[in-house]
C-alpha cells in the first residue's frame, strides 16, 4: 500500500517535472525569438533616423557580403511551416479559437471567413516573396517552395506578384553589384496529399512536373514562361520551428544542407546571410 | 540488455523524460570518427575504434529508454571509394564487432539484427558472419537494431521498386496493387517502423540515408559534436528535442489520421444501409412468395 502510494506520488512529481521542463523550454524559445526580432526592429528604427542608412544600403551591404563567400547554392528550396504550427503555445491558442468560432454563430459574413481563410493558411505571401526576393539577391539561380498542405502552389499566381514587387524594388539596389542580370528560377512543389511518398510511386522525379515561373527583366511586360530545371537543392531552408523536412521530396535532398530560420513572421535579412555563411563552410565529402 | 552506468541525474532526467512520449524507431548517423581522430592526433582507425565503442553503448542506453528499434548508418556505398587501406581496416573492424555481438549472450537472446543495405556489396568473407547473426536473432523482439551496410537511400528505393516490377513481370501482382504501403514493407527483411527521431552528428545534412523512412514525420536532430563524442547525455537532449517537436509534426498527421478514419466510418455505416436495403428487398420477396 505504502510503495503503491510511493509510487503514484513518484509518478506525479515527475510528470510535474516533466510539464515544468517543456513549458520552460517552449516559452524560452518565445521569448528569445521574441526578443531577437524586436530588439533588431528597435534598432533599425533608431537607425533610419540618420540619413547615411537606408533598406536600400542594408540589401547592397548583404549583396557584397553574398559575394565574398566561396560559394553559394545553385539551388535553394524553402520549406514553409504555416504560423499556426510553429509554435505549441500558438497552437493551442489557435485550437481554443477554432473551438470558440464553432460554438459562435456558423453564420459568418464574407470578411469573417476571409480572416478565417488568413488565419488557417497560416502564410504570410508578401514574407514569403522577401525571401525569394533575397535569395535572386544572392545570385541563386533557381528557388523552390515547398509547404506540406500544398497551399503556395495553389497560391501561385498571388505569391508571383508579390515576388514580382520585391524583384523589381530591389533591382536598382543590386544591379550595380550583381554580375549576373538574370531573374531567378522559381518552383512550386507540392499539392496537398500528394507529399514525396506518392510522388516517389509514380516513378517522377517531381521537378520535371512542376511548374516554374521565369520573371523577366522588367523592360516591358513581365511574361511568365513553363520552364524546367533538373537540379536537387543545394540547400533546404525550414522557415519555422519545426524540426523535419515534412514530406519534402526525400529523393532530391540526400546531399542537401539543411538548416532552420526564424519563423516568418520574425525572419530577417540577417539570419538568411546566417545560414549563407554556414552553407559556405560545410564541406561535402561524397561519402570519401 | 547490458546495465549501463546511469549517474543519478541521468537516471532522474530519463524517467522525467519517460513521463512523455519516447521514440519508438531511432535513426542515428554516426559521422565523425575521422575528424575526431584529426582533432584528438590518432590514426583514423583509433577514431573508428572509438566510434565503434560509442555504438555498443548506444543500443543499451536506447533500450534503457524504452526506445524499440535503432537504425544506425555504419557503412555507405559510397565509402568503398575511401582509400584500400582505411577500408581493409573498416572491414576488419566490422568483423571483429560482428563476434563480439556473437559471443553476446545479452544481445542473442534480447536483441534481433538486421543489416540493410546491398547485399551483393558484402564483402565476401563478412556474409557467413552477417547471415549467422540475422538467423540467430530473428525472433528476438525486445529491441531491433538495424545496420545500414553498404547503404544508400536511393539504392533501397531503387530494389524496392525493382522487386515490385519483378512482381508484375511475373504476374504476381497487378500495376493496381502497387502503392506506398507495399513499397515500404519491400524494401527490407522485416518492414522498419517508420523513423522518429534521426539524429546525426558532424553535419547538417542526411547523405542519403532512410530517404524514405524518414521523410514524413520524423524529428531530426543535428549535434555539433563528432560521433564517438557522442554520450548519453546527447541521446536524453534528442529525446527531449524529440518530445518539443513531436506535437508540431504530428498535428498535420493527426488531421490526415482522422479524416482516414472519418472517411471509413462513413463508408461502413453506408454500406451497412445499402446491405440493409438489398435483405429487406430480398425479404419482402420471400413474403410474397417470390424467389
Known sequence: MIRKAREWLQNKVFYTAWLLLHITYQLQLEIRDFLRFNLRYVSKRLLSCFPLYSQQKELVDFVDEVSKLPKVPKHLAISVVPESQESVLSMLLNKLWQSQTQLSNTNSNKKDDDLKEIKCDGMNLQTIAKVVAWASAANIPVISLYDYNGILKTRYKELGGYIQEEIIQDFWAVKKTRANNDPPIVKFHNVHKTNGYTNGINGTKALDTVHIFVFREMMGNPTFHIAEAKTEPDLLLILGNVKSTLGFLPWHIRLTEIHWLPSLKRIEMCDFLGTLYKYAKCQQRFGK | ?291
Open chain 2, 1 to 291: 540488455m547490458m546495465a549501463a552506468s546511469e549517474t543519478l541525474l541521468e537516471k532522474l532526467f530519463r524517467k522525467i523524460l519517460q513521463q512523455g512520449s519516447i521514440p519508438n524507431h531511432v535513426a542515428l548517423i554516426l559521422d565523425g570518427n575521422r575528424r575526431y581522430a584529426r582533432e584528438n592526433n590518432m590514426q583514423t582507425i583509433e577514431g573508428h575504434r572509438k566510434g565503434k565503442n560509442t555504438f555498443k553503448k548506444l543500443v543499451n542506453w536506447n533500450a534503457i529508454c524504452g526506445v524499440k528499434e535503432v537504425t544506425v548508418f555504419a557503412f555507405s556505398i559510397q565509402n568503398f571509394n575511401r582509400s584500400t587501406q582505411e577500408v581493409n581496416d573498416l572491414m576488419a573492424l566490422f568483423r571483429s564487432t560482428i563476434h563480439e555481438i556473437l559471443g553476446n549472450k545479452e544481445i542473442m537472446t534480447n536483441g534481433r539484427v538486421q543489416f540493410i543495405g546491398n547485399w551483393p556489396l558484402f564483402p565476401k568473407d563478412l556474409k557467413p558472419l552477417i547471415s549467422k547473426l540475422m538467423v540467430d536473432t530473428r525472433n528476438n523482439t525486445k529491441i531491433t537494431v538495424n545496420i545500414a551496410f553498404a547503404y544508400a537511400g536511393r539504392d533501397e528505393i531503387t530494389s524496392g521498386v525493382k522487386n515490385l516490377l519483378h512482381g508484375v513481370a511475373n504476374k504476381a501482382l497487378t500495376l493496381s496493387n502497387v502503392n506506398e504501403d507495399l513499397l515500404d514493407k519491400s524494401l527490407q527483411l522485416y518492414s522498419m517502423s517508420p523513423v522518429d527521431l534521426l539524429i546525426r552528428t558532424g553535419e547538417c545534412r542526411l547523405s542519403d540515408f532512410l530517404a524514405w523512412g524518414s521523410s514524413d514525420h520524423a524529428v531530426i536532430c543535428f549535434r555539433d559534436e563528432y560521433w564517438p563524442s557522442f554520450t548519453y547525455w546527447g541521446l536524453l537532449e534528442c529525446v527531449f528535442y524529440y518530445q518539443a517537436n513531436k506535437f508540431r509534426i504530428q498535428q498535420d498527421f493527426q488531421e490526415e489520421e482522422k479524416n482516414y478514419q472519418q472517411s471509413w466510418k462513413f463508408l461502413s455505416m453506408l454500406k451497412k444501409g445499402l446491405w440493409k436495403t438489398v435483405e429487406n428487398h430480398d425479404e419482402r420477396q420471400r413474403n410474397f412468395g417470390v424467389q
